[in-house]
């Protein structure tokens, strides 16, 4: 009969556990952002597009950028939407032209992008 030993309880294995589910869970939301993103750009370009003003607002927008840029929001249906301006030229208060897919306000994007 083959004997089984004791396994004790290490903290540098559990260290090594919860390391490598952050790790992990990490890699998963990185891969839902891409996702995402693809998702996105996808509907802008072939799904149907409404035109509006936004109102860009002193606050920065540097996701997956180096440099930051001013974030504009508008309001479908009374539900407020935003979304990057990705030009430096933009300053608050201005005015801007953008493009968001009809069935889903959250894509949208600066005129012209896509």
């Excluded at 294995?13 to 891409?34: Q, R, T, W």
């Excluded at 802008?44 to 929001?73: C, G, Q, W």
Aim: glycine letters at 4%.
């Amino acid at each position: 009969m083959l004997k089984q030993k004791n396994k004790k309880f290490s903290w540098s294995n559990f260290k090594n556990y919860i390391i490598l589910s952050a790790f992990i869970l990490l890699l998963v939301k990185c891969g839902f952002d891409i996702y995402d993103g693809h998702k996105m750009r996808e509907s802008l370009k072939y799904k149907p597009k409404k035109n509006i003003a936004a109102i860009v607002i002193d606050e920065r927008h540097s996701f997956r950028r180096m440099e930051s840029t001013y974030t504009y929001k508008f309001y479908v249906n009374n539900i407020e939407y935003r979304g990057a301006c990705n030009n430096d030229t933009y300053n608050p208060g201005d005015s801007i032209k953008i493009e968001y897919v009809i069935e889903n306000p959250k894509y949208n994007c600066p005129l012209g992008i896509y």
